[in-house]
């Protein structure tokens, strides 16, 4: 079935610095969704990349899609401890298919 | 609008007992996902509803049954809890496959 990896599993960086995290899918995506989990908290939905290539933006936060719909990356700029969380990548494949596949989480950390 | 709520929060279990989690939305979704969620795991599909009326089985079904009787309710049941059922438990709604998950705030279930 299909499979969304995501790396790396932990980030733990200095307030002010960047963090990147990639997705890859065994599988091409029709879309790929990105969640933000606060320690305690449930997970949020962040944006959604639908297009080949894709780059969308949300203040700090920069989001790409593949070329080929099978990976996507989630880059943060100048980290704040509000940033602090676990983020999900979550792909749907093509074709009929009722199901987010959700890769396994990176839990970052920011030291003030 | 209260969006997508759980209920209980907590909950303690001794091996062998039932349960029934229940998860209630308002945002008219006419797909809901039950997830559990495990350190180091990510998010794992249990069971999820593509309308009223309707279950499939998602990753990991075994040992949990789902009814959804009416649109907004979707209910978790475990009908002999084991010890590798503690878990935190999400529920989710969503307008359809590929469009946003809206989670609930999750129940900690700690079976003993």
């Known amino acids: 079935g299909q499979q969304v990896m995501q790396i790396p599993q932990y980030q733990h960086v200095q307030e002010g610095e960047d963090f990147t995290t990639y997705c890859n899918s065994s599988t091409t995506l029709s879309n790929i969704q990105w969640y933000k989990q606060r320690p305690g908290g449930h997970p949020v939905f962040l944006i959604q990349?639908?297009?080949?290539?894709e780059v969308k933006k949300q203040k700090r936060l920069t989001f790409q899609f593949g070329e080929a719909k099978k990976n996507s990356s989630l880059h943060i700029t100048a980290t704040q401890t509000t940033d602090v969380g676990t983020y999900f990548c979550?792909?749907?494949?093509?074709?009929?298919?009722?199901?987010?596949?959700f890769g396994k989480g990176t839990l970052l950390t920011v030291n003030p | 609008n209260a969006g997508v709520t759980q209920t209980p929060k907590f909950r303690v279990l001794k091996t062998g007992q039932s349960m029934t989690l229940l998860c209630a939305q308002d945002?008219?979704?006419?797909?809901m996902y039950w997830y559990r969620q495990d350190p180091g795991m990510g998010l794992r599909l249990i069971h999820y509803s593509v309308g009223e009326g309707t279950t499939a089985k998602g990753e990991v079904p075994d040992g949990y049954n789902v009814s959804r009787l009416k649109k907004q309710n979707f209910l978790l049941g475990l009908e002999s809890a084991a010890p590798s059922q503690t878990s935190v438990y999400f529920c989710a709604g969503g307008a359809g496959a590929g469009y946003t998950q809206y989670f609930g705030p999750g129940t900690r279930l700690t079976v003993l």
């Open positions: 990349l639908v297009k080949s290539g």
């Open positions: 945002m008219n979704h006419e797909y």
């Open positions: 979550a792909g749907i494949g093509g074709g009929s298919n009722y199901k987010l596949t």
